[in-house]
């Protein structure tokens, strides 16, 4: 069954439009609920008070100041309040809440609210918040802060013959799921309460209500509606709306309903973090990389939250999947004044693969090297040690998805091609990026997740899946039955999930950090091994089966137990110390290069993506139809993110608040997409398998940015590459609207600097 694609178990329902989404569910007695937001990026709260139209018996008010010391969301950190109380950090911060019969009462509710806040001075640059802590380090909040180091890159950058320095930007961007935000909560026994809604991860928001509501764990039940899309974007902030959903509940006696429209999602839930990655790279002359310098500087919002662990994948993967001996990260995540940026797919990785992959084609030009040349001079193998001193063991499979990718779009020639190219205003290029991604928490976060995860046998006969991890559109609640059926020989149709609820599934984790198939399908694995186990042992080995149920009626006439469960354990040889930030950051990483082929108009800036190709190596696909989609999904978001996606603010509040005007790739946009399954199986994953589901979209932003540099002789190194950062990268040649590259002759003088990186765009020191 694994390597095969059945039909999706949440198919049907969803192509003929029966699936019911939190905002359809028809709940008997149920109120609206909406949020109450400052109006102001930073000040100190004076009053909030209900005037004399407010609606008494008619309307409930919710206010941060009835909440006492578990005003506090359960996160990395306890930093973030449900309500403010006495400051707010950002515009759109919840003060109060109102609910009412109908949404139409509780907006006139809501407008007899008064809030009166204190303006303070605002920070919402995360350039001025660096160039600020330059200054003053204690003038800026560090929401977290972590250094990697490897030998000694000073001494070696001070030797080294060749030294280049670049700065990258990326910008904030929006998961734009289908679906927004939304719950329901019920109020539940012993000020306890019941949640259903959207979200990425039942136990997240079950321990954030139990400490907000001060009640039993039991009674506290949270079940996942389905889900209609999130990449990350209903891993936190479901707590927190959950949480005001059941704080009006516990407060009029009956259910309530808290649904985002989409401009209150654009505007107010979290994004993906902004960066500012500097390099300063030591080679040789052959291109082989000596030193790494890297600063990673996040934008960290105005609380916490998730930025601490976004911060360490970030530094884990920023030199990319290459081996130098010297290296010395810095990371810093820096507090501003805009809203809490959190979880999107790829969780700091793309940030740092855009600045890594962008510079390492700039060595490339400087050292006369193809980009496929220099990345294969440097890349990880078996054998080779990372940053953090780990040593790769097995399915290093890095060289191999370069090579997938460069055969699948012909580089080498077309390179060539387009870099001899004559002088011309429309002309095309090609790029890429080769990226990695480590599967399932960093470092001890597994163990210390203790997952669970069981396989039942119910009285129908079925074999019920009990995790709860979610199916948000990944397709996870059809593989982990195909991995389940793989092991018993059994039709996948007798196989089923259960619907993620906190009071009928273990805690299994959170359905983030590509963890699910390879973690949990792990687990599913040996619980699907104990069973066959216990079958063999009460009906005789396998062979003298009449047949499955036959087996299982023995097992149950034996009385033995018809629940399995299995236990996280580590990979043996695995050791990692937080505190130093050495060892085995991930039990294995997967890989994956991505080609971009475009034309770009060099007089107006226009760039017309044509082809994308990528090769992803999984270890594994258990569903090879749903790997595909999962590629291709990756793909179109990440060029999403280096083309079209622009997130810019004034005075705290994001300009793009409606896909009016925030602006994602539609289906005029894709181009063919070329996804390209590579598999070299992972010892302890199941069937093999690795992590798939944030590798696609790391590659693509790099791989078109690098393809622009070519195509048009400017290096873009802010992110997105729009057609006004493309002309005016090019506004300091007015002979011509292209500045050409260089031919890709191995005989050219070095140059003392790199064209492609003009002044005031990308900036490059060499040294003696």
């Known amino acids: 069954m694994i390597g095969r694609s059945p039909a999706r178990t949440d198919a049907r329902e969803k192509i003929v439009g029966s699936t019911r989404y939190i905002a359809d569910y028809v709940v008997p007695g149920v109120w609206q609920g909406i949020t109450l937001r400052s109006a102001v990026a930073a000040g100190r709260i ?38 403010a109380t006495d400051a707010v950090r950002y515009a759109g911060e919840p003060i109060a809440l109102v609910a009412a019969p109908t949404l139409h009462a509780a907006r006139a509710a809501a407008h007899a609210v008064r809030i009166e806040i204190d303006p303070c001075t605002p920070l919402f640059s995360l350039q001025e918040a660096e160039e600020r802590r330059r200054a003053d380090p204690a003038s800026v909040r560090v929401h977290a802060e972590c250094r990697i180091t490897r030998g000694d890159a000073a001494a070696a950058l001070r030797n080294a013959a060749i030294v280049i320095a670049g700065t990258y930007t990326t910008q904030a961007q929006e998961q734009a799921y289908i679906e927004p935000q939304g719950v329901i909560a019920w109020p539940g026994q012993r000020g306890g309460t019941v949640i259903e809604g959207s979200l990425q991860c039942p136990y997240y928001v079950h321990n954030a209500l139990v400490r907000l509501l001060g009640c039993a764990p039991e009674d506290v039940i949270v079940r996942q509606s389905p889900t209609g899309g ?82 360490s994948r970030a530094v884990l993967h920023a030199t990319g999947p290459y081996e130098c001996p010297h290296v010395a990260i810095h990371g810093v995540c820096l507090g501003t004044n805009i809203p809490p940026p959190g979880a999107f797919r790829g969780f700091g990785a793309p940030q740092v693969a855009f600045a890594i992959e962008s510079h390492i084609d700039r060595i490339a030009h400087r050292c006369h090297l193809r980009p496929d040349e220099i990345r294969r001079r440097n890349i990880m193998r078996i054998g080779s040690v990372t940053a953090t001193g780990q040593i790769l063991r097995e399915s290093v499979s890095a ?44 470092g001890n976060g597994e163990v210390n997740l203790a997952s669970v995860a069981a396989l039942s046998i119910e009285d129908d006969g079925r074999l019920l899946i009990r995790t709860s991890n979610v199916e948000m559109g990944q397709g996870a609640h059809t593989a982990l039955p195909q991995i389940v059926a793989e092991r018993l020989g059994v039709p996948l149709e007798r196989i089923a999930c259960a619907q993620p609820d906190t009071s009928q599934v273990p805690n299994s984790g959170p359905t983030v950090a590509s963890r699910t198939v390879m973690v949990v399908g792990r687990l599913i694995e040996r619980c699907a091994d104990q069973l066959a186990d216990a079958l063999e042992q009460a009906a005789g080995p396998r062979a003298q089966w009449n047949d499955f149920d036959g087996a299982l009626d023995a097992l149950r006439t034996a009385g033995d137990p018809l629940r399995f469960e299995a236990r996280y354990e580590p990979p043996p040889g695995i050791h990692w110390d937080e505190r130093t930030y050495r060892g085995d950051a991930y039990a294995v990483y997967s890989y994956a290069c991505t080609v971009v082929e475009l034309s770009t108009d060099t007089l107006t800036g226009e760039v017309k993506v044509e082809r994308a190709i990528a090769a992803c190596d999984i270890g594994r696909a258990i569903h090879p139809q749903v790997v595909e989609g999962q590629i291709e999904g990756g793909v179109l978001q990440g060029l999403g993110m280096g083309l079209l996606e622009q997130s810019t603010t004034h005075e705290g509040r994001f300009d793009q608040n409606r896909f009016q005007t925030y602006i994602i790739p539609t289906a005029l946009d894709a181009p063919e997409i070329l996804p390209i399954i590579v598999e070299d199986p992972y010892s302890r994953g199941p069937g093999g398998a690795k992590g798939l589901g944030e590798l696609p979209v790391h590659g693509p932003a790099p791989a078109l940015a690098n393809a622009v540099a070519q195509a048009s002789g400017r290096r873009i190194t802010d992110l997105p590459v729009t057609p006004e950062r493309i002309v005016a990268a090019g506004a300091g040649d007015p002979a011509s609207p292209i500045r050409d590259l260089p031919s890709p002759s191995r005989d050219l003088p070095s140059p003392s600097r790199d064209p492609a990186s003009p002044s005031g765009v990308g900036d490059e020191k060499e040294e003696a």
Not at 409 to 433: E, P, T
């Open 399 to 442: 060289e191999r998805v370069l090579d997938e990718a460069l055969t699948a779009s012909d580089f080498v020639r077309k390179w060539q091609a387009h870099g001899a190219a004559a002088r011309q205003r429309h002309r095309r290029g090609i790029g890429l990026a080769l990226t990695w991604h480590g599967g399932g928490f960093t």
């Open 230 to 311: 999130a990449f990350g974007g209903k891993e936190d902030i479901p707590s927190v709306i959950g949480g005001h959903a059941a704080l009006l509940a516990r407060a009029c006696g009956h259910p309530v309903r808290i649904v985002y429209d989409r401009h209150e999602d654009l505007l107010f839930t979290p994004k993906r973090h902004p960066s500012i990655v500097h390099h300063r790279t030591g080679v040789s002359e052959d291109g082989r990389l000596l030193a790494m310098e890297i600063t990673v500087v996040l934008d960290g919002g105005a609380y916490t939250t998730l930025s601490p662990v976004v911060l």
């Open 46 to 83: 004076r009053t909030v008070t209900a005037d004399a139209h407010f609606p008494h018996g008619e309307a409930v008010l919710v206010t941060g100041q009835e909440l006492g010391a578990t005003n506090r969301v359960a996160m990395v950190t306890d930093e973030m309040p449900f309500l």
